[in-house]
């Protein structure tokens, strides 16, 4: 009956998350990553320059199901998110279930798994990171059924699992190292004389190698996108901004999770590989100045496994009134920080949102971008405005002398510009760029007859200036909240060389620069 129960519950959750993205989930317009992710869907593949191909084969679904990509919603995009973030809640109570917790500790985690930003925010956009989260936590309980069963299907269950978390993000790695280093510093080092552990290895590489051998055909790009990131990003991350994250990430379940750390390592218990497993993944991305973000996986076990800590500690002393109030302080401060986590508020409501905690409250971090700066607006949020706009500036150009693809190209200096551009204008403009997977894409050869460009950037570049002779402005975006804000849109004509042949010139030098 109590089995049956837990059910119930962990099936009121997933339909809660399901309402919740239906209700909430188009207030605000594409993200500059979703963008780029849809024509991921656009162009199948077994790799992309950034990302390896889950997500892409993600988007191929969403669109197939949907209407293409020029005639997907913002909440038809998103829903896959939302079931992975259903999957994400039921997956965290099943844990508490394994470890033994009772109805208190599943209603914990499951609201929990609603309120925390570090959850919200991921699973309310089509984007890897959710998935990750998602396949970390399936890495979690098949762990913790193996441990509890020494049933070996479970290891190769686990290696089916793992194959293909690694063809959505390759920062499955660090949960690897993390399992390895979690069986040399327990009693489970015995795995390395299990036949099963090695086919659970195989089963992993198996899946995994399409996208190697994709990677190594065009001179492994994942290399040359991390020392761009590690260059223009992870350089901004300090060590107390990356400890600021993990507070403020799960801050409704910060003394949920740190007894889960507590209960893991307790002397007695057989699940301490997975608090050794955790502990690596953090320290590992601390260490090498990893964004905050990047450890979120480990949290949903942390949840659970700190929900039946309290629950324990509560109901043996009797102090049920002290579970409600953790309980509530949870849900209450999650709603308080759930206009950070979703687009729940509209554009102008979220602006007084942002300026009334940083002058009443002096609460700023949320604001501050990859540049190290603070903003008007969390990031995720000035990435999600001004592309409807640039779309009709360019389109506006594009109409304005009747242009086709054989007289006129278009180019975008970001894969944003060029996502949305493709996107607004009903997949009628192709826009060529040399930003992320679009330099795979682009046309290296273009007819003699294209003596127009349409140049989508924030400044004129001295070789576009060098190279026409009529250059007009036909618009830039002026919202001064949008990250996009300067993005200028011009029409260039009267080439004094043939734009062909420069064009062909631009192109191959890229390539060769990237060694594609």
């Given at each position: 009956?109590?089995?049956k129960?837990?059910?119930?519950?962990i099936?009121?959750?997933a339909?809660?998350?399901?309402?919740?993205h239906?209700?909430t989930n188009?207030?605000w317009?594409?993200?500059?990553?979703e963008?780029?992710?849809?024509?991921l869907?656009s162009?199948?593949d077994?790799g992309?320059?950034?990302?390896p191909?889950?997500?892409?084969f993600?988007?191929?679904?969403a669109q197939?199901?949907?209407?293409?990509v020029?005639?997907?919603?913002?909440?038809?995009?998103?829903f896959?998110?939302?079931?992975f973030?259903v999957?994400l809640i039921?997956l965290?109570?099943l844990?508490?279930?394994?470890f033994?917790?009772k109805?208190?500790a599943?209603?914990?985690?499951g609201v929990l798994?609603?309120?925390?930003?570090?959850?919200?925010?991921?699973g309310m956009?089509f984007?890897p990171?959710i998935?990750?989260i998602f396949f970390?936590t399936?890495?979690?309980?098949l762990?913790i059924?193996y441990l509890?069963t020494?049933?070996?299907?479970?290891?190769?269950?686990?290696?089916?699992a793992?194959?293909?978390?690694?063809?959505?993000?390759?920062s499955?790695?660090f949960?690897?190292?993390g399992i390895?280093v979690?069986?040399?510093?327990?009693n489970h080092?015995k795995?390395?004389q299990?036949?099963r552990?090695?086919?659970?290895i195989?089963?992993?590489v198996?899946?995994?190698l399409?996208?190697?051998?994709?990677?190594?055909s065009?001179?492994?790009?994942?290399?040359s996108?991390?020392?761009?990131?590690?260059e223009?990003q992870?350089?901004?991350?300090?060590?107390?901004n990356?400890?600021?994250?993990q507070i403020?990430?799960?801050f409704?379940?910060?003394i949920i999770?740190?007894?889960?750390f507590?209960?893991l390592?307790?002397?007695s218990n057989?699940?301490?590989f997975l608090?050794?497993?955790?502990l690596t993944i953090?320290l590992?991305?601390?260490i090498?100045s990893?964004k905050?973000y990047y450890?979120l996986?480990i949290?949903?076990l942390?949840?659970a496994?700190g929900?039946v800590?309290?629950e324990?500690?509560f109901?043996?002393?009797?102090?049920?009134w002290?579970w409600?109030?953790?309980?509530?302080?949870?849900f209450?401060?999650?709603?308080?920080?759930?206009?950070?986590?979703a687009?729940?508020?509209?554009q102008e409501?979220?602006i007084d949102?942002?300026?009334?905690?940083k002058?009443?409250?002096?609460?700023?971090?949320?604001m501050r971008?990859?540049?190290?700066e603070?903003?008007h607006?969390?990031?995720?949020?000035?990435?999600?405005?001004?592309?409807?706009?640039?779309?009709k500036?360019v389109?506006?150009?594009?109409?304005?002398?009747?242009l086709?693809?054989?007289?006129?190209?278009?180019?975008?200096e970001?894969?944003?510009?060029?996502?949305?551009?493709?996107?607004f204008s009903n997949?009628?403009i192709?826009v060529n760029s040399?930003?992320?997977s679009?330099?795979?894409?682009v046309e290296?050869?273009i007819p003699?007859?294209?003596?127009h460009l349409?140049?989508?950037n924030?400044?004129?570049?001295e070789?576009?200036s060098?190279?026409?002779?009529?250059?007009?402005v036909?618009?830039s975006?002026?919202?001064?909240l949008?990250?996009?804000q300067?993005?200028?849109v011009?029409?260039?004509?009267q080439?004094?060389?043939?734009?062909k042949?420069f064009?062909?010139?631009k192109?191959?030098?890229?390539?060769n620069?990237f060694?594609?």
């Amino acid at each position: 009956m109590r089995t049956k129960r837990i059910y119930v519950f962990i099936a009121l959750f997933a339909l809660a998350k399901l309402i919740f993205h239906f209700a909430t989930n188009d207030l605000w317009s594409f993200h500059r990553d979703e963008f780029l992710y849809m024509a991921l869907g656009s162009h199948l593949d077994w790799g992309y320059w950034s990302n390896p191909p889950f997500v892409g084969f993600m988007s191929w679904l969403a669109q197939g199901f949907f209407g293409g990509v020029e005639g997907i919603s913002v909440a038809e995009l998103r829903f896959i998110p939302a079931l992975f973030s259903v999957g994400l809640i039921s997956l965290a109570c099943l844990i508490v279930k394994e470890f033994g917790g009772k109805i208190p500790a599943i209603a914990m985690t499951g609201v929990l798994m609603m309120v925390c930003p570090g959850f919200l925010r991921p699973g309310m956009m089509f984007m890897p990171v959710i998935f990750e989260i998602f396949f970390w936590t399936l890495y979690s309980w098949l762990i913790i059924k193996y441990l509890k069963t020494t049933n070996n299907s479970y290891l190769l269950w686990l290696g089916l699992a793992i194959g293909i978390g690694m063809l959505n993000k390759y920062s499955t790695i660090f949960y690897v190292i993390g399992i390895l280093v979690g069986m040399v510093l327990t009693n489970h080092r015995k795995l390395f004389q299990n036949r099963r552990f090695y086919v659970a290895i195989g089963i992993s590489v198996l899946i995994a190698l399409p996208n190697v051998f994709w990677q190594a055909s065009v001179n492994f790009p994942v290399f040359s996108h991390m020392s761009g990131l590690r260059e223009s990003q992870l350089v901004n991350v300090s060590i107390m901004n990356f400890i600021i994250d993990q507070i403020l990430m799960c801050f409704p379940a910060l003394i949920i999770w740190l007894s889960g750390f507590y209960w893991l390592f307790k002397k007695s218990n057989p699940m301490k590989f997975l608090g050794w497993i955790s502990l690596t993944i953090m320290l590992a991305f601390l260490i090498m100045s990893g964004k905050g973000y990047y450890t979120l996986g480990i949290y949903p076990l942390l949840i659970a496994a700190g929900s039946v800590q309290l629950e324990h500690f509560f109901y043996s002393k009797k102090g049920k009134w002290g579970w409600m109030g953790l309980l509530i302080f949870a849900f209450i401060s999650g709603w308080q920080l759930m206009p950070f986590s979703a687009p729940i508020l509209s554009q102008e409501k979220m602006i007084d949102f942002c300026e009334n905690v940083k002058t009443n409250y002096k609460f700023e971090d949320p604001m501050r971008w990859e540049d190290g700066e603070i903003h008007h607006l969390p990031q995720d949020y000035a990435d999600m405005i001004g592309w409807n706009e640039l779309a009709k500036i360019v389109k506006k150009g594009y109409s304005k002398r009747n242009l086709n693809t054989q007289n006129c190209l278009v180019y975008a200096e970001n894969y944003g510009q060029a996502g949305a551009i493709e996107h607004f204008s009903n997949g009628l403009i192709d826009v060529n760029s040399f930003a992320d997977s679009y330099r795979l894409w682009v046309e290296e050869k273009i007819p003699e007859s294209v003596n127009h460009l349409i140049y989508v950037n924030d400044e004129l570049g001295e070789d576009i200036s060098a190279l026409f002779e009529k250059i007009e402005v036909i618009g830039s975006i002026q919202n001064p909240l949008a990250r996009e804000q300067g993005t200028t849109v011009y029409l260039c004509s009267q080439p004094n060389r043939s734009f062909k042949e420069f064009w062909e010139e631009k192109v191959k030098e890229v390539k060769n620069h990237f060694g594609i």
